[in-house]
């Protein structure tokens, strides 16, 4: 898809429904949502690709989100104390759901942002 602001919520919305359709529980909706808006709004604003790739990939007991750009990647600026962004990926580490998450930039270019998540979500304590 075009890496374009309103892609982030068509990503979301995609994510939303196959989630859905595949009997994911809702908490780990959740936390897959926060992801996938945080991958493709990173492509979308710091990449400077004319394009963006979301890929799911369903487990046993896992999922797996990839979001592919072609373009080159910005590092942006550590956040300051009152900073409105900056911290989205460390976010998505934390949540409840995450297993893990990275980024890397393949020799081809581009940058993959990838996370894994529990299909089980944790029970209360």
Not at 26 to 55: M, T
Not at 64 to 76: C, E, F, I, L, N
Request: proline fraction near 8%.
């Amino acid at each position: 898809m075009a890496a374009e602001p309103r892609t982030v919520r068509d990503m979301r919305a995609l994510a939303r429904t196959i989630g859905e359709l595949r009997g994911v529980p809702d908490e780990v909706v959740d936390d897959l949502l926060s992801v996938v808006s945080e991958c493709v709004s990173n492509a979308v604003v710091h990449s400077g690709s004319p394009d963006v790739a979301l890929k799911l990939v369903f487990g046993t007991q896992s999922l797996s989100v990839v979001v592919r750009d072609t373009g080159h990647w910005v590092k942006p600026k550590p956040p300051g104390e009152v900073a409105e962004s900056g911290r989205g990926t460390r976010l998505c580490r934390r949540l409840p759901c995450v297993l893990a998450a990275g980024r890397h930039h393949p020799a081809r270019g581009g940058t993959v942002a990838w996370a894994q998540l529990t299909t089980i979500p944790p029970q209360d304590t």
